[in-house]
């Protein structure tokens, strides 16, 4: 029975080192290497610690054994611990590139066959498989399990859109940003998020990351665009305007220079030309006093395309 993924909204801690792109594993307290299963495995981990859903003292992950038991050969993503140190929650994190169905979320019971814990769940950050392991069957349900929801409201701040890359520490003060970032990259919004790497080289640093993406019912425009810090200070509106399936073009708008009052620039990269221009006072306006909650953005973006 699939739902939308517990993960939903919730980002990898990362940093920049030598020019690569780190994530941050909470429990293990380590830097790790860029890989989109283990984004999901730290994204799971995120909503579990975020929403106070599980103590982290109480989280393994790649466990291969447990104090109570043993788990064989094999290593499980994450795994769950009741306060008696008994295996309670097992989670699979596959890529988003994974498609997961009934059947194949089913393997899961082959992982649990050693472990026994109760609950089960399948991921690819995506949608969400969930299983209650009950007399010797398992029986899907179409919720997050009571035991596993979260215990408080997850609204994030400036220092966590730092932290997950979004935000750079020159606009840590700005509201607006904070608002955007909320309104597009949480909640329901956060749906339609890809992990997305142009490979635009020498263009700027930092352009893999999370995407949201729009298109107009019926048009062949559709726009992906994201707001990430290449280098940890600034932060940059990354938009990628595809038509009929081919990427047309890409802008990059520097955020930090609109809230700090700066001259602003944004540059627009096709395959035949690369330039840059004034940004409009009236789409500055709009960013420094949002009207309508951002829901505009779309299309004011999509306008600095063709000026």
């Given at each position: 029975m699939r739902i939308r993924s517990h993960c939903t909204g919730h980002f990898p801690h990362i940093r920049y080192s030598d020019g690569q792109r780190l994530l941050y594993h909470t429990v293990a307290g380590k830097w790790l290497a860029d890989r989109p299963e283990e984004r999901v495995r730290l994204r799971s981990i995120d909503y579990l610690v975020q929403g106070d859903a599980w103590p982290v003292s109480h989280i393994a992950t790649e466990k291969g054994s447990t104090t109570k038991g043993e788990l064989g050969s094999g290593r499980v993503d994450i795994l769950l611990y009741?306060?008696?140190?008994?295996?309670?929650?097992?989670?699979?994190?596959?890529?988003?590139?994974?498609?997961?169905?009934?059947?194949?979320?089913?393997?899961i019971a082959r992982y649990n066959a050693e472990i026994h814990a109760p609950i089960l769940c399948m991921t690819n950050g995506l949608v969400d498989f969930w299983y209650i392991h009950e007399e010797g069957e398992l029986r899907p349900v179409g919720e997050i399990p009571p035991l596993l929801r979260s215990r408080k409201p997850f609204i994030p701040d400036m220092g966590y859109w730092v932290s997950t890359g979004f935000a750079g520490i020159e606009t840590t003060t700005d509201k607006g940003l904070a608002d955007m970032l909320g309104v597009w990259f949480t909640g329901e919004a956060a749906q339609n998020l890809i992990s997305l790497n142009p490979g635009l080289?020498?263009?700027?640093?930092?352009?893999?990351?999370?995407?949201?993406?729009?298109?107009?019912?019926?048009?062949?425009?559709?726009?992906?665009?994201t707001v990430v810090s290449p280098d940890g200070n600034s932060t940059v509106l990354t938009v990628i305007r595809n038509v009929n399936g081919r990427n047309?073009?890409?802008l990059f708008l520097p955020l930090d220079a609109v809230y700090l009052g700066k001259e602003t620039r944004y540059r627009l990269l096709r395959a035949s030309s690369d330039s840059e221009r004034h940004l409009p006072e009236h789409m500055i306006e709009y960013l420094l006093d949002p009207d309508d909650a951002y829901r505009r953005l779309p299309v004011m973006l999509d306008d600095l395309f063709t000026l």
């Open positions: 009741n306060k008696e140190l008994v295996p309670t929650v097992l989670i699979e994190c596959k890529a988003p590139t994974v498609a997961i169905t009934q059947q194949t979320s089913l393997q080289e020498g263009t700027v640093a930092g352009m893999s990351h999370y995407y949201q993406v729009v298109q107009e019912k019926g048009m062949p425009v559709k726009l992906a665009f047309e073009a890409v």
